[in-house]
């Protein structure tokens, strides 16, 4: 079976920590998406990310950077230098190869970042 | 820019009464996604449908149903509201079609109904 799991629920950091946000999954597809989804307080979740499983280069976007390892099946989240803007909740999600276009997403991460 | 607009942002319904839930989409997908979320639990899916009158179940079915009669429009019904269904609800839709020679699956989220039944 597929699953997602955020085993961080709240994570609290004040202005200008680093933070990481863990992901791992299961699968039993050799081929497969993750992404990462952000859903501030206005309840819209955002896309941020989509990696496939042949693809295990880490990814930096401005102050945002992804770890895919394959070998821990885990796709981590760092903000670095954290902001206000940053508190939302995060959610993890793994895609099913099959084209039913179906999402299989953790339980999500609270992050509140302080000023 | 993609855009999914859900027909309210906040509903409040006593219990036993007949609610629908409206999402369209304008970016002519195929796919289109109703889930729930709740504290601890992240989104689950209660359906989905890949194209117009077709409709899968998902994790958390029961109590609900969909309709979808029009590509653009996918509307969950519940049939006889219950406390227990006081929830976040979040309509999403994403393109079959391949990009570059992938499907990529990504989604793209309304901005919820928080529905309350009292």
């Known amino acids: 079976a597929q699953k997602v799991t955020q085993a961080q629920t709240e994570i609290s950091v004040v202005e200008k920590e680093d933070v990481t946000l863990d992901c791992v999954y299961e699968?039993?597809?050799?081929?497969?998406?993750l992404f990462w989804y952000k859903q501030p307080p206005s309840g819209e979740l955002v896309f941020l990310i989509r990696r496939n499983s042949f693809d295990e280069q880490n990814e930096i976007s401005g102050r945002y950077s992804w770890n895919f390892q394959k070998s821990t099946s885990s796709f981590n989240f760092t903000i670095t230098a954290s902001q206000v803007v940053d508190s939302a909740v995060y959610f993890c999600?793994?895609?099913?190869?099959?084209?039913?276009?179906?999402?299989?997403f953790g339980q999500g991460t609270t992050l509140q970042v302080k000023p | 820019d993609v855009k999914v607009t859900q027909s309210s942002r906040y509903l409040v319904k006593r219990t036993g009464e007949k609610v629908f839930l409206e999402c369209v989409q304008d970016m002519d997908h195929e796919n289109m996604f109703w889930y729930r979320q709740d504290p601890g639990l992240g989104l689950r899916l209660i359906y989905f449908?890949?194209?117009?009158?077709?409709?899968e179940k998902g994790d958390i079915p029961e109590g609900y149903s969909v309709s979808r009669e029009k590509k653009e429009r996918f509307s969950l019904i519940l049939e006889s509201a219950s406390t227990n269904q006081t929830s976040m609800y979040l309509c999403?839709?994403?393109?079959?079609?391949?990009?570059?020679?992938?499907?990529?699956?990504?989604?793209?989220f309304g901005p919820g109904t928080r529905l309350t039944v009292l």
């Open positions: 999403a839709s994403s393109s079959l079609r391949l990009a570059g020679g992938e499907n990529y699956n990504e989604q793209f």
């Open positions: 449908s890949y194209d117009v009158k077709m409709k």
């Open positions: 999600a793994l895609s099913e190869w099959r084209n039913t276009g179906k999402l299989i």
């Open positions: 699968t039993r597809d050799t081929t497969y998406y």
